[in-house]
């Protein structure tokens, strides 16, 4: 098992930068799969990016360019580092640790006014 926290999220200026933290319960240094989803008010929960244990990352086309996966095994924490905000961005957004099944984080809400 593996208890997430996040953290960092916020109400932000079009343009402007976020940075999100997800604080696990245990060593991620053998989590498979690590990632940040987001969800809209109305639509349904999508992928913004995955880190994988060896260093792999995987991005929505929506925000390549912008958003940044990053992982510090010392830590425990994985980070989603935001740029160039737009209001479409606003969402809650969870963090998910890929363990043989999934666990998810109570959500951060982000949001970005135009």
């Known amino acids: 098992q593996v208890q997430l926290v996040e953290s960092g999220g916020g109400l932000v200026q079009a343009g402007g930068s976020l940075r999100l933290s997800c604080a696990a319960s245990?060593?991620?240094?053998?989590?498979?799969?690590m990632g940040w989803y987001r969800q809209a008010p109305g639509k349904q929960r999508e992928l913004v990016a995955a880190?994988?244990?060896?260093?792999?990352?995987n991005y929505a086309d929506s925000v390549k360019g912008r958003f940044t996966i990053s992982r510090d095994n010392a830590k425990n924490t994985v980070y989603l580092q935001m740029n160039s905000l737009k209001p479409e961005d606003t969402a809650v957004y969870y963090c998910?640790?890929?363990?043989?099944?999934?666990?998810w984080g109570q959500g951060t809400p982000v949001t970005v006014s135009s």
């Open positions: 998910n640790a890929y363990v043989g099944t999934n666990y």
């Open positions: 245990r060593s991620i240094f053998t989590i498979v799969s």
């Open positions: 880190i994988t244990s060896l260093g792999s990352t």
